[in-house]
């Protein structure tokens, strides 16, 4: 049974920074699309960033350049590092996953249906 679990969420002053983690039981993370989603308050899930296996990573462009996604499989973990935080970044985030079907899989267009792993979520509040 896979599980997904994020950590690090919080209060954060407009430029401030964060790290959210989300830790990974029963999945191959080698072999698996890794991405950060958030949920604003009022407003619809969108992507944030996405992490493949084969080393790509791709990012929405509200967030391009202040957060970076990165991996550790063999901790399995994803982890998400924002900086110059935003009142504009407050969501709640969350941590979803799925495997890849091959090296022609590229989850930079996969629909959020295609993430198959959810975590229970983490708040980030940015005030100004």
């Known amino acids: 049974q896979v599980r997904l679990e994020e950590s690090g969420g919080g209060s954060e002053q407009a430029g401030g920074s964060l790290r959210l983690s989300c830790a990974a039981s029963?999945?191959?993370?080698?072999?698996?699309?890794m991405a950060w989603f958030r949920q604003p308050p009022g407003a619809e899930r969108e992507g944030v960033a996405r992490?493949?296996?084969?080393?790509?990573?791709t990012y929405a462009d509200s967030v391009k350049g202040r957060f970076t996604i990165s991996r550790d499989n063999a901790k399995n973990t994803l982890y998400l590092q924002m900086n110059s935080l935003r009142p504009g970044d407050t969501a709640m985030y969350y941590c979803?996953?799925?495997?890849?079907?091959?090296?022609?899989?590229?989850?930079?267009?996969?629909?959020?249906?295609?993430?198959?792993?959810w975590g229970q979520g983490t708040q980030v509040t940015v005030s100004s």
């Open positions: 992490s493949d296996p084969f080393g790509s990573t």
């Open positions: 029963g999945l191959t993370s080698s072999r698996s699309c």
């Open positions: 979803a996953a799925g495997y890849v079907v091959g090296y022609s899989d590229s989850c930079a267009t996969w629909p959020p249906s295609r993430f198959a792993f």
